[in-house]
């Protein structure tokens, strides 16, 4: 153990008292210091030395407030952790200190008869799910990792995933109906944002305030139909999945597109897809499974697999292939691919995919996540992946596609600003500058804000 963690373990347990919610254990410590950085090669590289000096787990809104005013008056950095499933390093301390664990604040408070969840940060977005939908209500969208991660991680640092097709992201559609903050200063302060003033928080990796309360709008629960569509040709894949996905006759929870051989590489559940072809996994209302089934038949596709949907442990469970899970099991066929997080034009969209095929082929592989925009449009998102040989080529692949309209947010670097959600209007940093002036918490992250003097770089 460093001086500093000595120093920094003694401290807190006077604060905590010795309730072994301090955690010392370097091989703890290294492990609760990481996240899932390494499917990039990049971040591989960069981060993986990057480690805490202590661990807290707070099981109170006072033990968080109590931390960061003990770490002010020492000015020792703070990195607030979920569950850790981030992809982009957003939970790796970069200049040591405390890791924040609020695992153990994992109570949901309340669903409210209009349909709002009200929980503790740590509460898992797969217990809220379970929950909601024995009181007839559903999580409106969930991130692939929904098991595991956490609600206030989702707020934090993720996006959307299931149910965006429907629901759009996170951030849109007033899914976050508030949140309360902890400052740091130094006297910390509670602070409750609501309506617009969410955005101040959303998705700025922890670095401008610990979300310790959160108001989550749900949507009345759907009897689901998991179902997978195969078709010989991607073209005629992506024809139908638009069709299904853009048409609000449709009621659906996930619509993602797989170019051939992707789903070849979903070793657990290779009876239930069709290897050798273009795959399409839906979430599709119970109700409209025959239809739908009915309207593949008509343009030349097949239905694999088909049944009613048992909820989160489900077997097969399709999601688990989904979104960035997709990612997880081509690594494990073949370590060579990463991916890259894009955005296409719906207008111009074939042309996008023919471009990118001609120049790259086999070394970018189509997966495409149908989801809805908050201005209401349903596009054609997509974590492709892409064959990774020298960082200059990944680079070059990320310039490629925005030459020719194709939106990148990139998976690969490790600041808030270029992952793609930043805020334009700088409503994250402006709220860093008044809730954490000595940049303690998460430094690094947020790279164009300038700390004030004597602060952590
Ligand atoms: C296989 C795989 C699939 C994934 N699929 C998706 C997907 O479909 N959609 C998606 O959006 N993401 C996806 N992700 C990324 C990630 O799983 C989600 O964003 C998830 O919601 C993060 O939750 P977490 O609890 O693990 O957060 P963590 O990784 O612990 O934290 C994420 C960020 O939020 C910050 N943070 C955590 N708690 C708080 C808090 N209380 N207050 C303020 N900041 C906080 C952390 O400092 C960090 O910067 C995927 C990742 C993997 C590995």
Redesign the pocket.
């Known amino acids: 153990m460093t001086e500093r963690a000595t120093l920094l373990a003694e401290k807190l347990t006077a604060v905590l008292g010795d309730s072994g919610r301090v955690l010392t254990s370097p091989a703890t410590v290294a492990r609760l210091s990481r996240?899932?950085y390494w499917?990039s090669p990049v971040l591989k590289r960069e981060l993986e030395t990057k480690v805490g000096d202590v661990v807290v787990q707070p099981v109170s809104v006072e033990e968080v407030r109590a931390t960061l005013q003990l770490c002010y008056q020492l000015q020792v950095p703070v990195?607030?952790?979920?569950?850790?499933?981030?992809?982009y390093g957003?939970?790796i301390p970069l200049a040591g200190g405390v890791v924040l664990d609020?695992a153990l604040m994992d109570r949901i408070e309340a669903i409210t008869p209009e349909g709002v969840a009200v929980c503790q940060?740590g509460v898992r977005l797969g217990a809220l799910e379970n929950e909601a939908r024995t009181q007839g209500w559903e999580l409106r969208c969930y991130?692939?990792?929904v098991a595991?991660?956490?609600v206030?991680?989702?707020?934090?640092?993720?996006?959307?995933?299931i149910g965006s097709v429907a629901h759009g992201g996170l951030r849109d559609f007033n899914t976050v109906r508030a949140l309360e903050v902890v400052t740091m200063e130094p006297e910390p302060r509670v602070v409750r944002h609501e309506g617009e003033a969410v955005h101040e928080i959303l998705h700025a990796?922890?670095s401008n305030?610990?979300?310790?309360r959160i108001w989550l709008a749900l949507v009345p629960a759907v009897e689901w139909a998991q179902c997978v569509v195969a078709f010989p040709s991607f073209a005629a894949a992506f024809d139908f999945s638009e069709s299904i996905a853009t048409d609000e006759h449709w009621q659906k929870r996930l619509v993602t597109t797989f170019e051939a051989p992707i789903a070849s590489y979903f070793q657990p559940i290779r009876t239930y897809v069709a290897a050798n072809e273009s795959n399409i996994f839906f979430l599709i209302a119970h109700a409209q499974l025959d239809a739908l089934r009915s309207a593949a038949e008509a343009v030349g596709g097949h239905v694999v697999y088909g049944a009613a949907y048992a909820g989160l442990r489900a077997t097969p469970l399709l999601s688990d292939y989904t979104?960035?899970?997709t990612t997880?099991w081509a690594i494990k066929h073949d370590a060579s691919w990463t991916y890259l997080q894009c955005g296409f034009d719906p207008a111009t969209v074939r042309e996008q995919f023919a471009r990118l095929k001609a120049r790259y082929g086999e070394d970018f592989l189509l997966h495409i996540e149908f989801m809805k925009s908050g201005s209401g449009v349903v596009i054609p998102g997509a974590i492709p992946l892409v064959r990774f040989t020298t960082e200059e080529r990944l680079n070059e692949m990320i310039d490629f596609c925005r030459s020719i309209g194709v939106s990148v947010a990139n998976p690969h670097v490790n600041n808030v600003e270029g992952g793609g959600r930043y805020r334009q209007d700088h409503v994250q940093f402006l709220a860093k500058r008044r809730y954490d002036p000595r940049n303690l918490l998460?430094p690094g992250k947020m790279i164009s804000y300038q700390p004030e003097e004597g602060s952590v770089a």
């Open positions: 996240d899932f499917y990195t607030v952790r979920g569950a850790g499933t981030g992809n957003q939970a609020l940060p991130p692939s990792t595991k991660a956490s206030g991680g989702f707020l934090g640092g993720g996006s959307g995933g990796w922890g305030g610990i979300i310790t979104w960035n899970h997880l998460n």
